[in-house]
């Protein structure tokens, strides 16, 4: 970096308290690795209070498991739970209280157009300030339109974490056709203090990854429904014979198989393309409440 860039980078505003909202698995991966390496403060807000009190738990369970690995120090382990506080969505007062101190939010709710949208009317009827970042852990909806609906629009932008958030070491940044300069830059010293590689995409639907990797599980879930092979055999093939750790059906059963149906709806109904098409099998299971992992049946069961 010049002369010129750091001190352009120097005169950013410092990031030193983020908020999450959604507790679910992303959101809370995202919490720690906030708290744990770029060392800033966290309030994790949910409206579900049970997804809060899991995820308590869950971040306790995962730090005591790094200390015993050896990891991280029982010192580092007790910070890093003072780090991160929680407050529910419907407590409107605290919200008040907590949502101005904030200096950047990550949203990281469900994969739903309305739902990120009444995240964010939350967020400014709480007193969001007008120079916080508000970016989306969506990993397909445009960030134009997200934007569309908030004051600032310019400081609304992409961050899609990849999952596990503590283990895989990629942010997919997007800008949307609003999103300023600074924006951009704080977005990628946050992504920098997280330890976290980050690569740049258009805002378009699918974004890299997933405009990828879904007709790619889509693809597979067709193999399945046209009888070709089993589920095992189809991911045997799959993982071993292109070395990826893990099969298609295994990994949609591990990303969620209603997210990976949210994403296939989103390419298919944006890019108006047949080959984006959801499979009928991927549909079917989403309706019998068979989500993957989460739901202990998928795919595959895991009882």
Request: glycine share 8%; aromatic share 6%.
């Amino acid at each position: 970096m010049g002369v010129a860039g750091a001190a352009a980078t120097a005169q950013l505003p410092m990031t030193t308290r983020v908020g999450v909202v959604g507790c679910g698995q992303m959101g809370t991966g995202i919490a720690i690795v906030a708290a744990r390496h770029a060392g800033v403060e966290v309030l994790a807000m949910d409206g579900v209070h049970e997804s809060m009190q899991r995820s308590k738990v869950f971040v306790e369970k995962w730090a005591a498991k790094e200390v015993q690995k050896g990891r991280l120090s029982e010192n580092d382990s007790a910070l890093l739970l003072q780090r991160i506080s929680y407050d529910a969505l419907d407590d409107k007062l605290k919200l008040k209280e907590q949502v101005p101190k904030l200096d950047f939010v990550i949203e990281a709710v469900t994969e739903n157009l309305d739902t990120k949208r009444a995240v964010f009317k939350t967020l400014q009827e709480a007193g969001l300030r007008e120079d916080a970042v508000l970016a989306s852990n969506t990993s397909s909806i445009s960030i134009t339109k997200l934007a569309a609906g908030v004051e600032r629009p310019e400081r609304a932008i992409g961050m899609h974490f990849m999952n596990p958030v503590p283990v895989m070491p990629l942010v997919e940044v997007i800008r949307g056709l609003r999103t300023d300069e600074e924006t951009l830059a704080r977005t990628l010293m946050l992504c920098k203090a997280m330890k976290k590689d980050h690569a740049t995409s258009q805002d378009r639907p699918g974004f890299v990854a997933n405009r990828i990797l879904m007709p790619y599980i889509n693809e597979a879930v067709f193999t399945l429904q046209d009888g070709i092979a089993t589920a095992e055999d189809i991911d045997k093939t799959m993982k071993l014979g292109t070395n990826v750790p893990m099969g298609p059906l295994t990994l949609a059963d591990f990303i969620g198989l209603d997210t990976c149906l949210s994403i296939m709806q989103v390419l298919h109904t944006e890019l108006g393309d047949s080959k984006y098409r959801p499979a009928p099998l991927l549909v079917n299971y989403v309706e019998a409440g068979w989500l993957g992992k989460k739901t202990q049946r998928g795919f595959y069961e895991y009882r």
